[in-house]
């Protein structure tokens, strides 16, 4: 893939994305090597607030808790907002510390979900990108959502011509929309991530019929239509690519770049816990599904093992709750309240889970369906365990590979403090 450059507004960039995981499974550790390395990488600032709070020792989460404490019986959240102003701080305080430790000729951007709909979707949203915006991001990915109103909410905004702003759509279909929204502003995305099927986190694809659909010919429709109306916008496509190879075909057929995600779970600059991350490279392909259990409607694809399936906890809106609608409620909400009314002892909930508290907790192990491919590259150690890599190797194993061969990671001592322990 070193043979192509991505060239985004006047820079150019190895033609590498590195995409959004949250919650904060693509930590700014992970972004910044990737811009270190002359690639683009993403932060997540799903639930920032308790991103904040575990980085910088804020108070965020509590504070909100307390302030709602008297709800916590109450089936009905619609009470329950998010202070916007505590919010911006959040997302200023942790994209401008990303920002300030940003070294290389890389970029780093932020992956917006409009999903994460926090009671009050406009509002929260264009916070969120507002805060982002002033504290100096590069570019932001507008995901998880059509967006179709997403370009007005920061259109006053001084840096709205500067700033790159990309959006992640699975379909010709979800596309359209969105450039006839973004042309009444007069701007136009400055690319455009087509996920396909394979991707991790939520698809844009049915969880009945998702295998019907290839990101290829997704790709290459949208190429077609973006040269028939003279559209000259970069096309990312992102979900299974696995090897460099799988990046040069996509380049050589007309896209300008391609976005990763799975290999980079694995990596020590990951968020996921360590033990997690063994559970990625142990997985097998029987023991990946995509499930409806997601509140936010999207199917989701994850580990069957995850263990946030078919638990019953109370839901925590009250610290929470980003995944409330405009009208404060979540299908976890119902199906707890539900299974409550049931039965209020041993509460299990098998048909959704509660995002936050879950992801928060990193219990929901989604992935791309390439992850039972990760065993094959890295090693296995002594004892039993795999060796984590460095987000560098897996880049530059993307950049530099050729004829889909993975290059393994140096292989590291397993017992290396010990001898330097016996040495000493
Ligand atoms: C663990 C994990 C979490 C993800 N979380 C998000 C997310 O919060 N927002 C989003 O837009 N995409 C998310 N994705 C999708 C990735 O950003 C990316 O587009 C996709 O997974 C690329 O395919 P690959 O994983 O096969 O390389 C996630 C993917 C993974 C593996």
């Given at each position: 893939?070193?043979?192509?450059?991505?060239?985004?507004?006047?820079?150019?960039?190895?033609?590498?994305?590195?995409?959004?995981?949250?919650?904060?499974?693509?930590?700014?550790?992970?972004?910044?090597?990737?811009?270190?390395?002359?690639?683009?990488?993403?932060?997540?600032?799903?639930?920032?607030?308790?991103?904040?709070?575990?980085?910088?020792?804020?108070?965020?989460?509590?504070?909100?808790?307390?302030?709602?404490?008297?709800?916590?019986?109450?089936?009905?959240?619609?009470?329950?907002?998010?202070?916007?102003?505590?919010?911006?701080?959040?997302?200023?305080?942790?994209?401008?510390?990303?920002?300030?430790?940003?070294?290389?000729?890389?970029?780093?951007?932020?992956?917006?979900?409009?999903?994460?709909?926090?009671?009050?979707?406009?509002?929260?949203?264009?916070?969120?990108?507002?805060?982002?915006?002033?504290?100096?991001?590069?570019?932001?990915?507008?995901?998880?959502?059509?967006?179709?109103?997403?370009?007005?909410?920061?259109?006053?905004?001084?840096?709205?011509?500067?700033?790159?702003?990309?959006?992640?759509?699975?379909?010709?279909?979800?596309?359209?929309?969105?450039?006839?929204?973004?042309?009444?502003?007069?701007?136009?995305?400055?690319?455009?991530?087509?996920?396909?099927?394979?991707?991790?986190?939520?698809?844009?694809?049915?969880?009945?019929?998702?295998?019907?659909?290839?990101?290829?010919?997704?790709?290459?429709?949208?190429?077609?239509?973006?040269?028939?109306?003279?559209?000259?916008?970069?096309?990312?496509?992102?979900?299974?690519?696995?090897?460099?190879?799988?990046?040069?075909?996509?380049?050589?057929?007309?896209?300008?770049?391609?976005?990763?995600?799975?290999?980079?779970?694995?990596?020590?600059?990951?968020?996921?816990?360590?033990?997690?991350?063994?559970?990625?490279?142990?997985?097998?392909?029987?023991?990946?599904?995509?499930?409806?259990?997601?509140?936010?409607?999207?199917?989701?694809?994850?580990?069957?093992?995850?263990?946030?399936?078919?638990?019953?906890i109370r839901p925590n809106c009250e610290a929470f709750g980003y995944i409330l609608d405009s009208n404060g409620n979540c299908q976890y909400v119902d199906a707890y309240n539900r299974e409550f009314e049931k039965n209020s002892k041993n509460i299990s909930v098998e048909d959704k889970t509660c995002l936050c508290t879950q992801?928060?907790?990193?219990?929901?192990?989604?992935?791309?369906?390439?992850?039972?491919?990760?065993?094959?590259?890295?090693?296995?150690?002594?004892?039993?365990?795999?060796?984590?890599?460095?987000?560098?190797?897996?880049?530059?194993?993307?950049?530099?590979?050729?004829?889909?061969?993975?290059?393994?990671?140096?292989?590291?001592?397993?017992?290396?403090?010990?001898?330097?322990?016996?040495?000493?």
């Amino acid at each position: 893939m070193n043979d192509f450059r991505l060239k985004l507004g006047e820079k150019e960039y190895v033609p590498i994305f590195v995409g959004g995981m949250g919650v904060d499974i693509s930590t700014a550790e992970l972004a910044l090597e990737v811009a270190r390395l002359g690639g683009i990488g993403h932060i997540s600032d799903a639930m920032v607030p308790t991103v904040s709070d575990r980085r910088f020792k804020t108070n965020y989460v509590q504070e909100k808790q307390k302030k709602y404490k008297f709800n916590i019986g109450n089936v009905d959240k619609s009470i329950v907002q998010f202070d916007l102003q505590r919010l911006a701080e959040a997302q200023k305080l942790f994209v401008s510390r990303t920002m300030s430790s940003k070294k290389g000729d890389g970029a780093i951007f932020i992956n917006c979900m409009e999903k994460l709909t926090m009671n009050s979707p406009r509002n929260t949203l264009q916070t969120r990108l507002i805060a982002a915006m002033d504290a100096g991001i590069d570019g932001i990915t507008l995901s998880a959502g059509l967006h179709l109103g997403s370009m007005e909410l920061m259109k006053d905004h001084p840096r709205f011509h500067d700033v790159m702003i990309g959006v992640i759509v699975s379909s010709l279909r979800a596309l359209r929309p969105f450039l006839k929204r973004a042309a009444k502003f007069k701007r136009l995305p400055d690319y455009i991530t087509v996920e396909g099927p394979m991707a991790g986190g939520h698809l844009g694809f049915g969880a009945d019929d998702w295998h019907e659909y290839n990101l290829k010919s997704i790709v290459n429709e949208i190429l077609d239509y973006l040269n028939q109306n003279d559209l000259d916008i970069p096309v990312i496509p992102a979900g299974g690519i696995f090897t460099g190879s799988d990046g040069v075909e996509y380049l050589e057929s007309g896209a300008s770049a391609v976005q990763v995600a799975t290999r980079f779970t694995v990596t020590e600059e990951c968020g996921l816990p360590e033990k997690t991350k063994q559970s990625y490279l142990e997985a097998v392909e029987e023991d990946i599904v995509v499930n409806t259990i997601s509140p936010t409607g999207y199917p989701m694809r994850m580990l069957k093992q995850s263990p946030g399936i078919g638990t019953g906890i109370r839901p925590n809106c009250e610290a929470f709750g980003y995944i409330l609608d405009s009208n404060g409620n979540c299908q976890y909400v119902d199906a707890y309240n539900r299974e409550f009314e049931k039965n209020s002892k041993n509460i299990s909930v098998e048909d959704k889970t509660c995002l936050c508290t879950q992801f928060r907790n990193f219990k929901i192990w989604t992935c791309g369906h390439n992850v039972y491919r990760l065993k094959d590259t890295t090693h296995k150690l002594e004892e039993g365990k795999y060796q984590l890599l460095r987000a560098e190797e897996v880049f530059k194993d993307y950049q530099f590979s050729k004829d889909h061969m993975i290059k393994l990671p140096e292989r590291k001592n397993s017992n290396a403090s010990e001898i330097s322990l016996a040495a000493a």
